[in-house]
């Protein structure tokens, strides 16, 4: 079996897909995608597709050892979610040529369901009592919020304010068993994450995530030390050497390594299964397509540590497609009782339309984040 061609499609709203196509007819999809930069990642795996045609997709972990070792510079955004992209349909061709899931080639899945959470209020919080209450009917049990729009490096006690004030209106309103998870997606600096996270540990978070941008780690240690809030991160990580600095940290309770931008299965099996050692839960980052989706869940099924999963059904981001939309069989992601199960088809375990993929790849999309700005005129956090 030898892989014959590789397509790439970019589809609204902002996804990037891979089809990868061997000699016998099995045929392999991914996910490879940098939100915003969709059409430079679609480059990059148009260039590595030079080595990977004509050869044997079976041998993965040779594949990822020269995609990353074999063009000297390696690492970041581009070239890992190029890497991730091509790595998940590998392991999805694998998988269908033996007519098992990926995650059997791990061993076998040790949960069949993983409990899911919802997106709920947007890029600037508002309304979120409505749309958590919304969460909540469709069946979830675990929500997650943007915490703050622009924050300044010192933001004034409004911003904390109106932090808290949302976060307390959610738990009033629902009670303690909901998981509220609150993203601060690196829009905060130390000065003012110090104070946020004191005022919202009377509200039991089930964490906050990115209370500081990743590469100021190191430097918010005594800080996270400091706080009873589960804290999260990784999701701007894209290998295991990336994640050194977090596991060594001592600070960091859960890690969110992405299945689209962390080298894919092959890598992310191997920094969940290092968090394992360090007594560190998993929960991968996915506000993406349905392919990531189902990559994640195959790590759900053999990683020990993982406890919920992102997905991204109704986010605010899917204004012209959806996560459904792209698949033949859309019951496989059927969520109950605030869980999925996980797929137990052949590879990925998702049926993918291949003709709508194609038909709305030609309109494709050029999604961009928005930029922000203070009311100084200097640019904000995203």
């Not at 000065?191 to 540990?201: C, S």
Request: hydrophobic share 45%; charged share 25%; aromatic share 10%.
């Amino acid at each position: 079996m030898k892989i014959s061609r590789i397509e790439t499609f970019l589809v609204p709203p902002r996804w990037c897909f891979v089809r990868v196509e061997t000699d016998d007819g099995v045929v392999g999809w991914g996910e490879p995608v940098v939100e915003g930069r969709a059409h430079t990642v679609a480059a990059a795996v148009d260039e590595l597709a030079d080595y990977l045609i004509g050869r044997d997709p079976r041998l993965i972990e040779d594949h990822w050892s020269v995609l990353y070792r074999g063009g000297f510079y390696r690492g970041g955004p581009i070239l890992m979610s190029a890497m991730s992209g091509l790595d998940q349909a590998l392991w999805d061709i694998v998988g269908k040529h033996l007519g098992v899931p990926v995650s059997q080639l791990f061993g076998g899945r040790l949960r069949d369901r993983i409990r899911v959470y919802s997106w709920v209020g947007g890029d600037k919080p508002a309304d979120l009592v409505s749309s958590v209450g919304g969460a909540i009917e469709r069946g979830f049990t675990a929500i997650k919020m943007n915490g703050t729009a622009e924050a300044q490096i010192v933001s004034e006690w409004d911003t904390v304010r109106r932090v808290v004030d949302n976060v307390a209106a959610i738990r009033e309103t629902f009670g303690d068993d909901l998981g509220i998870g609150i993203d601060f997606h690196g829009r905060v600096a130390k000065p003012t994450a110090k104070v946020l996270l004191r005022e919202l540990e009377p509200l039991h978070p089930m964490f906050v995530e990115e209370p500081v941008l990743s590469e100021n780690l190191r430097d918010a240690i005594p800080l996270l030390e400091n706080t009873s809030i589960p804290i999260a991160l990784g999701e701007r990580l894209y290998s295991r050497w990336d994640f050194k600095e977090v596991f060594a940290s001592g600070v960091v309770d859960i890690i969110q390594p992405d299945a689209s931008h962390a080298g894919g299965i092959t890598e992310c099996r191997k920094i969940a299964t290092a968090a394992e050692a360090y007594d560190i839960a998993v929960a991968f980052h996915c506000p993406l397509g349905p392919i990531a989706l189902a990559a994640c869940l195959q790590l759900d099924a053999v990683c020990y540590t993982a406890f919920i999963q992102e997905q991204s059904l109704g986010i605010h981001y899917n204004a012209n497609n959806d996560l459904l939309d792209y698949i033949s069989n859309p019951a496989v992601f059927s969520y109950q009782d605030g869980y999925v199960a996980i797929p137990d088809g052949p590879g990925l375990g998702i049926e993918i339309n291949e003709e709508y993929v194609r038909s709305r790849a030609a309109v494709g999309h050029r999604w961009r984040n928005p930029v922000w700005r203070h009311v100084d005129g200097s640019v904000a956090e995203w």
